[in-house]
């Protein structure tokens, strides 16, 4: 069991420093599935930056089920999560799928993920363990709360003290209405378990945009760090994860309505 104080994991940005942890306001991560083009994700940066993000998400490298579906534009889609930065200030999350991209991710991404289906990947682990970004580990789609434990103590064991959870829903048995069972339960039983900030994503977790708010909120009052939240500026023509993405103006909303809850950064 838990030992001593949360920790916080502090991510400089071009906008400040910004902290993540049970003693900090709740940080948002919002941006499409994958970056697509130019327009798209600096338009998304800046809606989701005047709507009150912290962090612009957005996949290059795409683990996608089907090796026949959109992979993700790889190093092109990196150059443009640069632009975004540049253009917003915001940071920058995105995810490493093979340790040969990780120098030009680390280059772009002021956190690194780790996907689900990477959790399990151990040399992949060690490999962010040695560096210095701060990475965001998501729960494997059926891990065990140890085995996500475990996979985050491969990073911290290989030196870096930067470790964000993610849960992002489990398997369910009836995929019909929902895509996942987001987990919420995670919430006090990691607070009983570990230091390390607390990231909630209702997006996977749920796989319908019209079930996100209200996870959204609900992980708030269970008392989450962070939210990762998919938004893409027209999600019928997204290239991934369109049915669970939010529109920019939709977000707006949702980020108002959190901030009722008087946690919102
Ligand atoms: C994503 O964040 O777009 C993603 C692929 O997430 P996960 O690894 O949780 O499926
Ligand atoms: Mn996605």
Redesign the pocket.
């Known amino acids: 069991f838990r030992h001593g104080e949360a920790s916080e994991v502090v991510v400089p940005t071009p906008n400040g420093d910004i902290y993540f942890g049970e003693l900090h306001p709740i940080v948002v991560v919002a941006g499409p599935?994958?970056v697509e083009n130019e327009a798209m994700i600096v338009e998304t940066a800046k809606r989701v930056k005047a709507a009150g993000a912290q962090f612009l998400?957005g996949?290059a490298y795409?683990?996608r089920t089907s090796p026949y579906a959109f992979q993700g534009y790889g190093e092109s889609a990196l150059d443009l999560l640069a632009a975004a930065r540049e253009a917003t200030g915001l940071g920058i999350v995105t995810?490493l799928m093979d340790a040969a991209d990780l120098s030009a991710v680390a280059r772009v991404a002021d956190i690194i993920?780790i996907?689900?289906?990477?959790m399990h990947n151990f040399s992949l682990l060690k490999k962010v363990g040695a560096q210095d970004k701060p990475v965001l580990l998501?729960?494997g789609?059926s891990a065990t709360i140890d085995e996500w434990l475990m996979a985050a103590e491969y990073i911290l064991a290989s030196g870096n003290p930067n470790v964000i959870l993610?849960e992002?829903?489990i398997r369910t048995f009836d995929g019909k209405y929902a895509r996942n069972t987001l987990d919420l339960s995670v919430l006090p039983v990691l607070r009983s378990l570990t230091h390390l900030p607390i990231m909630i994503?209702p997006?996977?977790g749920t796989g319908r945009s019209e079930y996100v708010p209200s996870m959204a909120m609900a992980a708030i009052a269970a008392g989450t760090d962070a939210l990762?939240i998919?938004v893409h500026p027209n999600p019928a023509k997204a290239l991934?994860?369109g049915p669970q993405s939010l529109t920019p103006d939709k977000f707006d909303r949702l980020v108002q309505e959190m901030s009722i809850l008087g946690k919102v950064v």
């Open positions: 599935c994958s998400r996949g795409k683990p995810e993920q996907g689900a289906r990477n998501k729960r789609m993610c992002r829903g994503d997006s996977h990762m998919e991934s994860d």
